[in-house]
């Protein structure tokens, strides 16, 4: 009888474990979760602990917020089908074209800024009504390369001046706002390094002001060099997915979109109205942007006017871009949503703003993930099936497979005929995603809490389409020191190396080809950084090539259309 009380005792007779015997009789999944909740029969095989509670918290809480970002993806692609309609006419006849200023801000571009002067000097558009401004800041040979260049065109009577300045104060912002002091046109055009505009730019462009509201117009990126390397395959997704996708959606949906540094046209009153160029961030393009739209300005996406440019083929460079638009619109963020949230725009622009400017947040997400994923795993492996398929699976599909739909439709968008191929390097982005996150992890950290830091440009080296000598790069100047980020990455693929051998020897099979693309992301970049930081130097020794030489005549139109070529790929 003693025996029967102390039973009784054990299996106290709650309402919760009296409506587990009655409702889930028999033996599934939903079962034995909720008798794991209620019947204390279990304590002895799985209880939550302090440890658990400090591993999983932070788990779902990081995973809710990457979710979040994940379902803003799939929100853009959404606007950017419901709004297609949404675009300009044809503009308006122009009776009187106006005077632009074109402005080529460069640091150290030896290699590139006489294909781009050469390009630029053949701008179908009145002479007379051009005023082409070189911004150099360039502290080595560039600066005679430069100026020759451009004395030469002087001389055949292309309008064209050199500015030079002795230091670098504010960088390219700096640069701009110098040129501004003496720049004569009513629209001021810019261009990087290694962009090459087509000739008919801005007669394609300039009539799109007819409206005196618009005060920027931002046209489409295309690469000359797309080819080249899985490496610039994936960085061409990568900026379509924001050109195709990103752009287009916010312009067609009336919210706030960025001018992209490069390849676009100003409204000169429009910078000074906004305050003019400010260095107080990396990416003063966007700062300017969101303070010109806060005033009332409005900005036009042209997709069909393409650009043709240079992606970086070397690892590291692509890696000190990616952390500088990640530091520098962190640092926007913390500087213009204030301003965003207190101004007359509509809720959904504000909301939209939101997102833009904290959207890579979820790298220093992405590198507090990786380094408890290991231990989450195991807890939820003691946890079960049932929890794993209710709350993670919804979770990693919000937060991962939103990044598929996102580029496949970009594909889709710029290239209807080869877009398919996509699905073969889908795996890449989304790895060289993951392997970006432990440097970009660090630039976004360094904005919040106000680090200072240098504007590291993006060295370019003339790799182009077709070209002879593809390798030539490895002995040119400007590369970019690897330090011991790679280091970090691979330590943290061989990480998840082992995490996927706990898997397997556990049977959670389903979650293999997840930690893969961590595995695969931290040891691509990783041993990408190295070995072309060492290994390329020493098999192609130290021996510097020379500068190319001076373009013909025909050579930009040559280049265009390699360009055109390559874009319709």
Known sequence: MQDLDQ??????LTPSYILALLIFQGSNPVTTYFRRLVDPTFRGLYQANAFDLAIMLPYFFVMAILAMYGLHRYALVYQYFKNRKNVPGPPPEV????????QLPIYNERYVIERLIETVAQFDYPRELLDIQVLDDSTDQTQQVARDCVERHQALGVPISYIHRDNREGFKAGALHEGLKTATGEFV???????????????????YFASPKIGMVQTRWSYVNRNYSVLTEVEAILLDGHFAIEHSSRFRSGLFFNFNGTAGIWRRAVIEDAGGWEHDTLTEDTDLSYRAQIRGWQFLYLPEIDCPSELPVEMNAFKSQQARWAKGLMQTAKKILPQVMRSDAPAKA??????????????????????????AMIVRFYQGWFQVLL?????????????????????????????KRTFFYLPVVMAVGVGLSVKNAVAVIEAIFGV???FV??????????????????????HNSAGLMPWLEVFLGLYFACAVVYTIQNANYVTVPFLLLFVWGYLY???????????????????ESPVPAPLSAAAPAAAAATAESSASD
Request: include cysteine; proline fraction near 7%.
């Open 391 to 419: 709350i993670d699976l919804p979770l990693f599909l919000a937060s991962t497979c939103s990044i598929s739909s996102f580029y496949l439709c970009a594909q889709r968008a710029f290239y209807p005929k080869t877009w």
């Open 525 to 543: 970049t990783g041993t990408m950084s190295l070995a072309q930081t060492y290994i390329d130097r020493l098999r192609f020794g130290a021996k």
């Open 7 to 12: 039973s009784k005792g054990r299996h106290a």
């Open 457 to 478: 440009r993006t060295p370019k080296y003339r790799v182009e389409a077709g070209a002879k000598n593809s390798s030539e790069w490895v002995k040119k100047k400007y």
């Open 350 to 375: 504000k909301v939209e703003a939101f997102f833009h400017l904290t959207a890579n947040i979820s790298y220093p997400l992405m590198v507090f993930l990786s380094i408890i994923l290991l231990p």
């Open 189 to 207: 055009a810019i261009f990087d390094a290694d962009f090459i505009p087509p000739a008919d730019f801005l007669r394609r462009t300039v009539p």
């Open 452 to 454: 200072k830091s240098e």
């Open 95 to 102: 009776a009187v074209w106006p005077k632009v200023t074109v």
